[in-house]
């Protein structure tokens, strides 16, 4: 390679350049690919090992928002670490308190019971079988009782560590069980500073991705360990009760087999089930308790099914009970106990990772079919002359809104122009803004096609020049859309993430939003705990909407149609605003409208999170308890109240450096959204 100076003259490249130049490319991918099978052959050659040290680092995971809570309570890290291992430690301590005497005694029971249960099975079980189906089994009933009354006049103590493989044996299972709370007490101490570390070790450019995907990998294996315990225990309860209420000997060892084993799906249900099968044969050797141990298990797998599991563990965890089998199967037969500890929270993480793989195949051009909507290269320029209204006489014009004009498509489909017309305190404004129209449909096309994995929406794959007269071509080219004809609800939906605007005014009088309570103490522009919904009605042209309360709505749309509407705009705007993010971008607030299609069906229509929608702020010019500057209409808005205005029809002419300014943040906010 050489480089040009001034004159002309080809000077070639120094040394150290050259050397470079010649230097292998780094290829990512495969670099990739080799770490991963180097890990993979640590874990295998080191899982006798790495046991407790899983062990630890799982429990330091699940425990550290605990440590998080005793810090805010003022103890230092190494406190509340200290703090938390005991709280644990001495939970472990008293269930082995109460649930070992009770084994031991049940255990005990079991030795002395079982020669009378071994006559039962001589004298009428078998004898069944033969009658039943011919088979003639043959058991030397005397040396069984023998062997089995020697054992039960000993102590536990004195014959169970012979069934151990030897005393290293019994000191290796020792030495790592002590071991797990001497690893996870360094590892929950520095559990913050080690995830801050291989933060600073991601790639700049891929930090907000890294960012975004290590935080719902986070989400999805906390939510299904910490879920999966609370399943395991809740079962363990229930089957050692209803075992017991039907006077089942040993309910409680069955019940909590059962339940600890149900972290694999149906091995704890199968095997319960058997060992309380042939407990109630033994036991009572009648029909109506067998049937009632049946009914007991059936009920616990319908309420584990339907009940517990989703409640606790969450369907959107998405991790279906046959893969959980295969990957346990598989990772216990790669790499045994260690390959058990590290199947499912993998299998999770692997879960985002496909997650992620689908929302880029989503948003292909494989995918998405022919037609692309406007893109930020394919727009006007900024200084094109505006289109205040549009005229399409070609077509029948169904309704002028506050910035979009409909036209009818058939009896099927709707041709929506976005003008530039701008609309403030729900009123029109006589200026417009040159390029704005584009930008909106730009912008709604990009989100549309982004959450199409949330809720469907009114676009249909047809270009907007088709449907119009070739003379009328200029006026829908970038800022049109054609879309299905749907019946629109007569609400619109809006999610606020921020303390800002009307909300802010509100909270001020009141310390709520919409008569959602908030915590005291937030200041302006402050992110809130959580995003809340706070629905409004649709007013006409030149009316002001009027926020309402989520019951009214019901009364509007009914309950079910409401709670949908409810969940799926806070998924619209939590997932908007989690990518907003990452391109330097707040979404304060937006409103979502929506219809149903001839089937009832809930369907995303009019525009998607724009700047006319929403409150855009900068990410790295915000600061809570200031009203900070915005990429969006607040700009215009601002100007608006300090010019004094009385909101009320006409509005005022802008300025025409207002105009530019406002055209300008439309189109820096597009750019930093679609790049």
């Known amino acids: 390679m050489r480089y040009f100076t001034g004159y002309g003259v080809p000077t070639p490249l120094p040394l150290k350049h050259a050397r470079l130049n010649h230097m292998p490319r780094f290829n990512l991918p495969w670099f990739a690919l080799a770490l991963l099978l180097l890990a993979a052959c640590l874990v295998y050659w080191l899982?006798?090992?790495?046991?407790?040290?899983?062990?630890?680092?799982?429990?330091?995971?699940?425990?550290?928002?605990?440590?998080?809570?005793?810090?805010?309570?003022?103890?230092?890290?190494?406190?509340?670490?200290?703090?938390?291992?005991?709280?644990?430690?001495?939970?472990?301590?008293?269930?082995?308190?109460?649930?070992?005497?009770?084994?031991?005694?049940?255990?005990?029971?079991?030795?002395?019971?079982?020669?009378?249960?071994?006559?039962?099975?001589?004298?009428?079980?078998?004898?069944?079988?033969?009658?039943?189906?011919?088979?003639?089994?043959?058991?030397?009933?005397?040396?069984?009782?023998?062997?089995?009354?020697?054992?039960a006049t000993q102590n536990g103590a004195e014959w169970l560590p012979t069934l151990k493989t030897g005393a290293l044996a019994l000191i290796g299972i020792?030495?790592?069980?002590?071991?797990?709370?001497?690893?996870?007490?360094?590892?929950?101490?520095?559990?913050?500073?080690?995830?801050?570390?291989?933060?600073?070790?991601?790639?700049?450019?891929?930090?907000?991705?890294?960012?975004?995907v290590a935080g719902e990998m986070d989400r999805v294996v906390g939510e299904f360990l910490r879920g999966q315990l609370a399943v395991m225990a809740t079962l363990s309860a229930y089957y050692g009760l209803a075992l017991w209420a039907i006077g089942l000997d040993y309910a409680l060892p069955i019940g909590i087999i059962t339940g600890v084993l149900s972290f694999v799906p149906f091995l704890g249900f199968a095997l319960g089930v058997i060992l309380a099968l042939i407990v109630a044969l033994l036991q009572f050797g009648d029909l109506p308790h067998i049937l009632w141990v049946g009914g007991v298990y059936l009920l616990?797998?319908?309420?584990?099914?339907?009940?517990?599991?989703?409640?606790?563990?969450?369907?959107?965890?998405?991790?279906?009970?046959?893969?959980?089998?295969?990957?346990?199967?598989?990772?216990?037969?790669?790499?045994?106990?260690?390959?058990?500890?590290?199947?499912?929270?993998?299998?999770?993480?692997?879960?985002?990772?496909?997650?992620?793989?689908?929302?880029?195949?989503?948003?292909?051009?494989?995918?998405?079919?022919?037609?692309?909507?406007?893109?930020?290269?394919?727009?006007?320029?900024?200084?094109?002359?505006?289109?205040?209204?549009?005229r399409i006489?070609?077509?029948?014009?169904?309704?002028?809104?506050?910035?979009?004009?409909?036209?009818?498509?058939?009896?099927?489909?709707?041709?929506?122009?976005?003008?530039?017309?701008?609309?403030a305190f729900d009123v029109v404004l006589p200026s417009p803004i040159p390029g704005k129209g584009a930008i909106l449909t730009a912008v709604s096309a990009f989100w549309f096609k982004r959450l199409l994995h949330i809720i469907p929406n009114q676009m249909e794959d047809i270009t907007p020049e088709s449907v119009v007269a070739e003379n009328e071509r200029d006026q829908v080219a970038g800022r049109a859309i054609v879309v299905k004809k749907l019946r629109a609800l007569p609400v619109e939906a809006i999610v606020r993430g921020y303390l800002v605007g009307s909300g802010w005014k509100e909270y001020q009088t009141g310390q709520s939003v919409c008569g959602i309570a908030l915590p005291a103490g937030l200041k302006?522009?402050?992110?809130?705990?959580?995003?809340?919904?706070?629905?409004?009605?649709?007013?006409?042209?030149?009316?002001?909407?009027?926020?309402?309360?989520?019951?009214?709505?019901?009364?509007?749309?009914?309950?079910?149609?409401?709670?949908?509407?409810?969940?799926?705009?806070?998924?619209?705007?939590?997932?908007?605003?989690?990518?907003?993010?990452?391109?330097?971008?707040?979404?304060?607030?937006?409103?979502?409208?929506?219809?149903?299609?001839?089937?009832?069906?809930?369907?995303?229509?009019?525009?998607?999170?724009?700047?006319?929608?929403?409150?855009?702020?900068?990410?790295?010019?915000?600061?809570?308890?200031?009203?900070?500057?915005?990429?969006?209409?607040?700009?215009?808005?601002?100007?608006?109240?300090?010019?004094?205005?009385?909101?009320?029809?006409?509005?005022?002419?802008?300025?025409?450096?207002i105009v530019a300014k406002t055209a300008e943040k439309y189109r820096e906010a597009m750019t930093r959204l679609l790049g």
């Open 47 to 151: 899982a006798p090992i790495l046991t407790p040290f899983l062990s630890a680092a799982l429990l330091a995971y699940m425990f550290d928002p605990l440590a998080d809570r005793f810090e805010r309570f003022g103890l230092s890290r190494s406190m509340a670490t200290i703090a938390v291992i005991s709280v644990v430690g001495l939970a472990l301590f008293a269930l082995l308190l109460v649930a070992l005497p009770l084994f031991q005694g049940q255990f005990s029971e079991l030795s002395t019971r079982l020669p009378g249960m071994l006559d039962v099975l001589h004298e009428r079980f078998l004898p069944w079988l033969e009658h039943r189906f011919g088979l003639h089994l043959s058991l030397d009933l005397e040396t069984i009782k023998t062997w089995l009354t020697t054992k």
């Open 174 to 212: 020792m030495a790592n069980l002590l071991l797990i709370p001497v690893v996870m007490f360094y590892l929950l101490k520095d559990w913050d500073v080690m995830m801050a570390r291989i933060t600073a070790l991601a790639p700049r450019p891929w930090l907000p991705v890294v960012t975004r």
């Open 524 to 657: 302006q522009a402050e992110r809130l705990p959580e995003p809340i919904f706070t629905p409004s009605t649709k007013a006409a042209v030149g009316a002001h909407d009027e926020n309402i309360s989520f019951e009214a709505m019901t009364d509007l749309i009914g309950i079910s149609l409401a709670q949908q509407l409810r969940n799926v705009s806070l998924a619209l705007y939590r997932a908007a605003a989690e990518y907003a993010l990452t391109r330097g971008i707040i979404i304060a607030d937006t409103k979502f409208e929506f219809g149903l299609d001839a089937a009832g069906n809930l369907v995303w229509i009019d525009e998607a999170l724009t700047p006319d929608s929403s409150r855009f702020w900068p990410a790295d010019q915000y600061q809570a308890g200031i009203s900070p500057p915005s990429f969006d209409k607040q700009f215009v808005r601002d100007w608006l109240e300090a010019s004094h205005w009385n909101k009320q029809p006409p509005g005022p002419e802008l300025p025409s450096e």
């Open 300 to 390: 616990g797998q319908l309420l584990e099914s339907y009940v517990i599991t989703p409640r606790m563990v969450g369907e959107r965890v998405g991790l279906h009970p046959v893969a959980i089998i295969f990957v346990l199967a598989a990772f216990g037969q790669l790499f045994g106990f260690v390959g058990v500890l590290l199947a499912v929270p993998l299998a999770a993480v692997l879960l985002v990772g496909l997650r992620e793989l689908r929302a880029v195949y989503e948003q292909s051009s494989l995918y998405r079919g022919s037609y692309n909507a406007p893109s930020v290269h394919s727009l006007p320029p900024a200084m094109s002359a505006p289109l205040l209204e549009s």
């Open 393 to 423: 006489p070609s077509l029948p014009l169904v309704h002028r809104g506050k910035v979009r004009d409909i036209y009818a498509v058939g009896t099927d489909k709707l041709l929506i122009v976005t003008t530039d017309r701008l609309s």
